[in-house]
Each structure stands twice: as C-alpha cells, then as structure tokens.
C-alpha cells in the first residue's frame, strides 16, 4: 500500500469498525504535545546541525546533539515537526521541518554508515513527501535505500546492520531494529524505485522471523551469521540484560516491523507472525502496560521502565488492529493512556514523556526523555486520532 494512503487507509478502517470513540485524552494530547513542539522550537532557533536527543531526569531542555552519520536519531526531531504540523495545521513548523530535513540529506549521497539510515531519513524525508509532496523529498528517500540495499548480503539474506561490528561480533549481523528500516526499501520499491528492494525486504523478514526468535515468540537482540555461507552461527543481545533475555524495546520493533512489512506485502505469515509476538509481548506487561526495559532483569519490580518501547508498540498495535478486525485496538488506546496519565513529563520539561531507557548494559541514558519515545507516541496519537 503506498505510504501516502496510509492515514487514509486507518480511516477508513474507521469508518468499518464504526464506533468507538477514542478517549478524549487523544485530543488533550495532541494539543499539550504540538503546544510543547512550538515552544521548544521557538527555543531551538535555526540551528539544524543540532538535534535533540534526550533530556536526564531533573532537567528540562533538550540536550542536543551533532548532524553526523554516526547519529542515529537525528531524524526523529524534524519527524516530530511534521507530525506536529499534521495534527495542528500550525504552518510556523514548516520552515523548521524542512530545515532539520534537508540538514539530512548528506546521509543519501554517501555509503551507508549502517541500516539506521532508514531511522534517519523516513521519519525526516518520507513524513515530508507524505505532507508536501515535494519531489526533492522522493528522490532522498528512493536514494536512501539503494544506499540500505547496498548493506545486503544475499548469502545470509538479510541487511548488516553494524558493519563496524562485524569484528566483535565474529560475521554478519543482524538486529531486530532494522526491521524499521525495510519500510524505507519496501516504500521505495512502490515508487519507482528498484523492484528488488521489495524482495530483498522479504528475504531480510523472513530471516529475521527464524533467526532472532525463540521458539516461544521472545526475540533476540542479534543475529550473527557467516557472511561467506550465510549459515546462521549464534543469536544474542547488545542492549538487552542478557542473550537469553526479552529486551523489550527489542520485541517492540518487532511488533512494528512486522506489522508494517505486511502493510507492504499482504503476505499472512507476516500478520500472523505480528500477532504471535504482540500477544507474547502483551501478556507479559506490568498492570500499567509500560514495560521494564527489559523482561527478564532480576531487579524488577525495581528496574527502570521504557516508556519508548510502550509508544512504539502502542503505535503498531493501532496498525496491526485494522488487520485484525479491531484487536489490538484496546490494547493500544490503554498503553496511551497510561503513557499520558502515568508518564507524561511536567510542563517545564520539553519533551512529552519520561521514563525511557536508552542503551542500559552501557549505563547509557537510563530513565531519561528520549526523542524516539515523543516521536512515536506523536505518531500513535495521530494514528489513534485517525481511527475515529
Ligand atoms: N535502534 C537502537 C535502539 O533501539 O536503541
């Protein structure tokens, strides 16, 4: 389904399922959130070659950081931006959206630093197009993903995801994270692009599925493999508390991706696979549905939370609900809610959640605001909205 459709086609859902009006807190939301986007902007100025990325517990503002290609989140901020043009119509965001978006564009004109360069660029370029239509903007996005195709391996049949890890991992790896990615390739492959980016987007799906899950629906972090033979060598973790374990911001890009894959593909063993691993993730939550960061750490029910893992999953779930005549649905609306109510950042602070876990093995960015969580749970707002 083409991307621009996408809203169009959660509306419509809407109008089948008829009837359930989404909490009011949709629209309080909305209105705090884009409120909050205008004012921190305001503060930001034009300074594009700066993004924000998170903010420590006891601050307020957003803690910057550089343009880079190591810069994994930088396209999350000028997401936000159009997101919150979208929801509010506030045309003062739209200078600032293509500022921080064009500041990005370097990442399609050179060889992929990784396969996070579909984290750059769709939330930046592909959100642009959708609201703009602005040409330049296609060609970023088609271009980026020659660039992720360029990372594939067709022995292994999947996308490396580290290259400067392939030392310390022993071979090729791959990570649930760059499921994410393939809705670069496969939004790509519907417009104009390669029609091979489509199936190596499917092959890297289908790889995926068998080799970062367990027989019992938890995932693995990582997947390593021998890139001459493409024989899967071992599965572990990076970010999660041990290989063995369920990171759940892990699970949570699992969820997404395979929900968006079957967007793309309509291929069942997709949808069914997004369930069997939403309904796994599902019934190991704590009563207010935002989980540890990671399942198995021994120090809950002290551990840090991850509020960014509950917004991704919330926002694939509203998706996965169209597919499966509304279930999901509650889901989805009762993990926004208790975002909102439970987790909502005061008004001095200027991004919309707190509680996030970032990198936790590395000590990095444990219980902090971090940008992918606003980003995504912006996204599952709009969408929740869309569904009425
Ligand atoms: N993609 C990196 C992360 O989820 O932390």
Redesign the pocket.
């Known amino acids: 389904m083409n991307y621009i459709l996408r809203f169009f086609a959660l509306t419509a859902f809407a109008g089948l399922a008829a009837c359930s009006t989404p909490a009011s807190f949709v629209d309080e939301a909305l209105e705090t959130c884009t409120t909050k986007v205008v004012r921190t902007q305001a503060r930001l100025g034009t300074d594009y070659q700066q993004s924000p990325r998170n903010i420590a517990p006891g601050d307020s503002l957003w803690h910057q950081t550089a343009v880079c290609q190591e810069n ?1 989140t930088m396209g999350f901020w000028p997401g936000i931006l159009w997101y919150a043009y979208e929801a509010s119509g506030n045309e003062t965001l739209l200078a600032p959206a293509r500022g921080y978006t064009e500041a990005l564009r370097f990442i399609a004109g050179q060889p992929a630093y990784d396969h ?1 360069i579909g ?1 750059i660029m769709f939330p930046s370029f592909g959100n642009g197009y959708r609201l703009t239509q602005d040409p330049s903007y296609k060609e970023a996005v088609l271009a980026t993903a020659g660039r992720l195709a360029e990372l594939f391996n067709p022995a292994v049949g999947t996308i490396l995801s580290w290259p400067r890890e392939v030392p310390n991992f022993g071979g090729h790896n791959t990570i649930m ?1 760059n499921m994410l990615n393939l809705e670069t390739l496969l939004w790509a492959a519907e417009n104009g692009g390669d029609p091979a980016w489509r199936e190596i987007a499917i092959m890297h799906a289908d790889t995926t599925l068998r080799y970062n899950f367990r027989p019992d629906g938890t995932s693995y972090h990582v997947a390593v493999y021998d890139p001459e033979t493409g024989a899967h060598k071992y599965s572990c973790t990076h ?1 999660g508390y041990a290989d063995d374990s369920l990171w759940a ?1 892990g699970q949570a ?1 699992g969820i997404y991706g395979f929900t968006m894959v079957y967007r793309f593909t309509r291929e069942p063993r997709f949808l069914a696979f997004a369930q069997r691993i939403a309904d796994v993730y599902l019934s190991k939550l704590p009563e207010d549905k935002v989980p540890y960061w990671d399942f198995c750490d021994p120090a809950i029910p002290d551990a840090p939370r991850d509020a960014s893992a509950a917004a991704v999953v919330a926002s694939a779930l509203l998706e996965l609900s169209t597919y499966t005549d509304g279930k999901y649905r509650a889901d989805a609306e009762a993990m926004l809610r208790s975002l909102w109510e439970n987790y909502r950042a005061p008004e001095n602070v200027e991004a919309f959640l707190l509680h996030s876990t ?2 936790h093995p590395a000590g990095s960015e444990i219980d902090y605001s971090i940008v992918y969580a606003d980003y995504y749970f912006l996204e599952a707002l709009l969408r929740l909205k869309n569904l009425r």
Do not use: L, V, Y
């Open positions: 994994w996070d984290f994270d970010q911001r890009w970032g990198h």
